[in-house]
């Protein structure tokens, strides 16, 4: 599902852009962090690309996050960190690393991309057939409709693609507004 999570990440952030832009210049820094962003939650798997990132620092940030979702949900993969409480708490780390270096509009745009990409990244989990029950967490635990779910690798994550892909080009060129 890496492609998936990137290019759900990408779209969002244009999708961001779009509804409330930011400076022009900052526009690509919205579109690469959501994007990037959108690996985030997959940190509590030990196999995953953001895992395997930058050993040995996302190694062990993996172990602390599987720890801390164990503790929190019980179970340690797709739990909190697959959560919106998760996602803002990247959104603000993002805010506040950046805005050590670089502070003003472009803190405040990537802390919002950092915590809108992180929680697309949940809620494409969600839609897989194993599901995401933390989506939503704690304000609900919901389970959308089985039609709606597909394989990771099969055809329905590939529709997906499509569809994303379809949404980035008519964001871009301005055509999603007919």
């Known amino acids: 599902m890496g492609r998936t999570h990137a290019l759900s990440g990408a779209v969002l952030g244009l999708a961001v852009c779009a509804a409330v832009p930011p400076p022009p210049v900052l526009v690509p820094l919205v579109v690469v962090v959501c994007a990037v962003a959108a690996f985030a939650p997959d940190l ?35 739990g909190f960190s697959h959560s919106p409480v998760f996602a803002a708490g990247i959104g603000l780390l993002a805010w506040w690393a950046t805005g050590l270096v670089l502070p003003g509009d472009t803190a405040v745009w990537t802390g919002i991309a950092a915590g809108a990409g992180c929680w697309i990244g949940a809620i494409g989990d969600e839609l897989t057939s194993a599901g995401n029950r933390f989506a939503f967490w704690p304000l609900a635990r919901i389970r959308w409709p089985d039609v709606l779910r597909f394989r990771t690798g099969g055809r329905g994550e590939h529709v997906v693609v499509a569809l994303l892909t379809v949404t980035g080009v008519g964001l871009v060129t301005g055509s999603w507004a007919w």
């Open 44 to 78: 509590d798997h030990p196999n995953s690309t953001a895992t395997r990132a930058l050993p040995p620092i996302t190694w062990l940030l993996s172990r602390l996050i599987r720890w801390l979702s164990r503790l929190l949900t019980g179970i340690s993969h797709r």
